[in-house]
């Protein structure tokens, strides 16, 4: 590494280079900061001091390195800056100085289009310098001047040191020429050769700096490779990425998202999760694995990762929630349950201070598709659309004992739920017509929920009482968007003409008595002795879905089923449903006590069971968990303390 000093002024800088660039890697003008007070009014007043007394004063060092032909400091951007805040009000107080002017032109901020844009206007446009009135205040009056510039904490700062130049420096006379002829203003210029700014050197020579977010590096990054792909090479400026995303974007971020005095990380969030979306679309080869990567740490997106479709997608979703008016119009009135939005989706995916769930993006990309696709928005429709979304990724496997896993909670699932929705999406104008019409659809993810859609779509469309009553029905916590039982329940096979939606009307009914558990997890004893009433081929035999074997009492375990939840379980995953498919037919005419008291036990059924049935103290008393044990004769049971008793101590014998 070699170096060249010299001792310049500002205005030699400006004449020797073709231009003055501070640099993406360097911070924000700090200078310039309210806590920045002290420090920056005792730089202006040793200024002063010199200008006035026309005495010398050496500024120290200024480092830097050429690139592209243009000088970048390395260190010494704060006191560059803040001389050209000075010379530029100077070259106000004077008619002459249109060439001075167009030095100044050299100067500019590549940290963020913001900035520099704010250096070009502030040169292009006069501004009239009156005393007692605030530079700032007339600044931010211009009609040029605008108003997402405030998120700007460097055009912030600039805005502030000039007020203190104008208090300071208004009083003396001649002041373009001291700063320019008598060039008493001087630093040492350090030029290093043949070596780029690198965070390392950064690192090393400018201790008083600080990292760029990750946000900013991957901004500045994907800047550059858009430009490097001429992307946007017949753009007009103003509708480039990087003007919106300084600007229009940032006012939207900043006026709904932002968090300690940044947005950095809610568009760091908004952009990884568009990409995982489209990397999925676009059928990369690696994409699992670099869906994961994003899941575990939304920092983990290079901009070489984004094709010019991807660009697209990105901008185009920027834009529609940008013009959004309020988020009012994407608020739903119907329950995703755990899934459920504060707001909406866009924010679910933004302001969780956790990543958010491979769910959630999936909601949010059926949100967004609706947005891009539907320029008239109808809250109906979008209301179908999201509703149909839910139906299918809300049932995930469920397990026994009632605990059911996210469907989405892999990069693979994830990966085949996008494309499913990113079909579906196709109809999400119409979502029922469209789901009423399709001949087939190609993806195989959740195949028989998709079935089920067609089949609740048909239905939907032929009578506006259909769609409410399957509607509420999808909306219980016992179904949760899957409702093929309650078809089952009234054996309903598809044809329309065939649908009772009076006995469809009665299942509703007895799930929110009896199976719902909005208040609790809990199912009442009285229809675990419902149950044992009910008899499928000659047998009662509804808690043989579970079993296990009991050593100590030498016995056969059995459950009378342990939760509400389970009864999901229950319904789908055993053989032992139509037990209770029977029971709720039975109720549609008789009430739980009815269906009990009016049981006649069928001779041989063992006395154990007769009791449960008809002496109701025995489970509401007696029995300490849902667990029976039952004996090799079917002479007794034990209702069991607790689902793996180690002693029969405590376990009540009924016989």
């Not at 260190?75 to 001389?83: I, K, N, V």
């Not at 009433?533 to 043989?544: K, R």
Request: glycine share 2%; hydrophobic share 35%.
């Amino acid at each position: 590494m070699t170096t060249q000093n010299n001792i310049i002024s500002f205005i030699d800088l400006l004449n020797n280079e073709t231009k003055i660039e501070i640099p993406i890697i360097q911070r924000d003008y700090a200078q310039g900061r309210v806590d920045k007070k002290d420090l920056r009014q005792n730089f202006l007043n040793a200024i002063y001091d010199s200008l006035v007394s026309s005495k010398p004063i050496q500024l120290d060092f200024i480092y830097g390195s050429k690139v592209d032909d243009n000088f970048q400091p390395l260190d010494g951007q704060q006191r560059l800056t803040t001389l050209y805040l000075l010379h530029w009000y100077g070259a106000n107080r004077n008619t002459n100085s249109d060439e001075l002017k167009k030095e100044l032109l050299k100067f500019t901020y590549e940290t963020r289009i913001s900035s520099r844009e704010f250096c070009e206007a502030l040169i292009k446009n006069d501004i009239a310098i009156v005393e007692g009135e605030k530079i700032s205040d007339r600044i931010r009056d211009s009609k040029w001047y605008f108003l997402s510039w405030d998120n700007d904490p460097t055009i912030n700062s600039m805005l502030r040191t000039l007020d203190d130049i104008h208090d300071i420096f208004f009083p003396v006379e001649d002041l373009l020429n001291k700063l320019i002829k008598e060039k008493l203003l001087s630093f040492y210029y350090v030029l290093l050769e043949d070596i780029g700014l690198t965070d390392d050197l950064y690192i090393k020579m400018n201790a008083r700096g600080k990292l760029l977010s990750s946000y900013e590096n991957f901004k500045a990054s994907f800047e550059k490779y858009i430009e490097d792909n001429n992307w946007e090479e017949d753009i007009e400026k103003s509708k480039t990425f990087a003007f919106q995303i300084d600007t229009n974007w940032t006012d939207f971020f900043w006026k709904n998202f932002k968090k300690n005095n940044s947005i950095d990380v809610p568009l760091m969030k908004f952009i990884s999760t568009l990409l995982m979306i489209r990397i999925s679309l676009e059928r990369n080869a690696n994409r699992v694995t670099l869906i994961s990567q994003i899941q575990d740490n939304f920092n983990n997106i290079k901009a070489n990762l984004i094709s010019k479709d991807t660009f697209e997608y990105i901008y185009k979703s920027f834009e529609i929630y940008s013009n959004l008016e309020n988020f009012d119009c994407l608020k739903l009135n119907f329950p995703f349950w755990r899934h459920t939005p504060t707001i909406d989706f866009l924010n679910e995916i933004v302001t969780t201070d956790r990543n958010a769930s491979y769910t959630q993006k999936v909601l949010f990309f059926a949100q967004t598709e609706y947005l891009l696709r539907n320029p008239v928005f109808d809250k109906t429709k979008f209301e179908d659309w999201l509703r149909v979304v839910r139906n299918i990724i809300a049932r995930g496997s469920v397990e026994k004992g009632g605990s059911r896993p996210d469907i989405i909670r892999s990069p693979e699932t994830f990966d085949g739920i996008i494309n499913l929705v990113n079909e579906l999406s196709a109809g999400c104008a119409d979502i029922y017509k469209h789901l009423s019409e399709v001949e087939k659809i190609n993806s195989s993810f959740a195949r028989y929920q998709s079935d089920e859609e067609i089949k609740k779509a048909k239905l939907i469309l032929e009578s506006d009482s259909y769609k409410d009553i399957i509607n509420r029905m999808e909306d219980q916590s016992f179904f949760k968007g899957r409702i093929e039982f309650a078809f089952d329940c009234i054996d309903y096979d598809g044809n329309i003409e065939n649908f009772e939606q009076n006995n469809f009307e009665k299942v509703l009914n007895i799930i929110n008595e009896h199976f719902n558990s909005a208040e609790s997890d809990k199912i009442s004893n009285d229809i675990r002795r419902a149950l044992l009433t009910i008899e499928i081929n000659n047998e009662y035999l509804f808690y043989d879905y579970w079993s296990s074997y009991w050593y100590v009492g030498d016995a056969n375990k059995r459950c009378l089923l342990e939760n509400f939840r389970e009864l999901e379980y229950y319904v789908y995953y055993t053989d032992h449903d139509v037990y209770l498919k029977k029971l709720i037919q039975h109720l549609f005419n008789n009430t739980v006590e009815e269906i009990i008291d009016n049981f006649t036990p069928p001779s041989g059924m063992p006395n154990w069971k007769i009791r449960l049935i008809k002496e109701k103290e025995l489970l509401d008393k007696e029995s300490k968990s849902n667990y029976i044990a039952i004996s090799i004769d079917n002479s007794f049971c034990y209702l069991l303390k607790s689902k793996r008793p180690r002693d029969i101590a405590g376990c009540y014998k009924v016989e």
